[in-house]
């Protein structure tokens, strides 16, 4: 069955600090991969996606995934976190081709210390 | 107005009650889906509907009822809801039918639903 893992609920860094948090997938072929990020009481913001071609792909807010096919990994990472992204972020696969039908991860949530 | 839309953004209602969640967008998309948010759960897929025509319902109850009149409209009706129910409903967007390219979802900012 299609899956997603994010096996840290929580994450805790200093203003400055870097940041990586994991993702990991089960899934029959090579999916599309997202990460969105939700603030409290808001919509999910997409931050960045890998359809295919290059591994490291670079989203907004300063924010650059790798996926390694090898270990069916989609790591999101940021090299200085600000406070402002203190926050909910969800990894996410879909189907390549035809609608999105995308499939979540329990998500991880970010807390920032000044 | 651009991107997806959803009103109300907040929702009390009782067991006994009918509403409708609308959901609207500015994209031009030709997909558009219902996913819940409870607390403690992954985002799940509810609905999906690509070209007007829903091809997706993962096991939803019959409690939950959507219509899609057209591309860029989208409602989730209620009725006799239970508690459990109370949720974040998100609505969302993309561009891709068939074997064509697909593209990213957009969401709205969802209905935070109340059932009391």
């Known amino acids: 069955a299609q899956s997603v893992t994010q096996p840290d609920i929580h994450i805790t860094v200093s203003e400055g600090a870097s940041l990586e948090l994991r993702c990991n997938y089960s899934y029959g072929a090579t999916p599309y991969l997202f990460w969105y990020v939700q603030s409290p009481g808001q919509g999910l913001q997409l931050l960045l996606k890998?359809?295919?071609?290059?591994?490291l792909v670079q989203g907004i807010k300063g924010f650059e995934a790798e996926f390694k096919r090898s270990q069916s990994s989609f790591n999101l990472r940021k090299p200085s976190v600000h406070w402002s992204d203190a926050a909910e972020y969800f990894c996410a696969v879909a189907p390549s081709g035809g609608y999105n039908k995308l499939i979540f991860g329990a998500g991880t949530r970010l807390a920032v210390h000044p | 107005e651009t991107g997806v839309t959803q009103t109300p953004r907040h929702l009390v209602m009782g067991m006994t009650n009918k509403k409708s969640l609308k959901c609207e967008q500015h994209?031009?998309?030709?997909?558009m889906y219902w996913y819940k948010q409870s607390a403690k759960k992954p985002l799940e897929l509810m609905f999906v509907?690509?070209?007007?025509?829903?091809?997706e319902n993962n096991s939803v109850p019959s409690r939950f009822s959507p219509e899609c009149p057209n591309s860029s409209h989208l409602f989730l009706h209620l009725h006799t809801l239970q508690p459990e129910d109370s949720a974040l409903y998100l609505c969302a967007s993309s561009q891709g039918t068939g074997r064509t390219a697909n593209t990213e979802a957009f969401f709205g900012q969802g209905t935070r639903l109340t059932v009391v």
């Open positions: 890998y359809f295919s071609g290059d591994t």
């Open positions: 994209l031009g998309h030709n997909a």
């Open positions: 509907y690509s070209l007007e025509e829903r091809v």
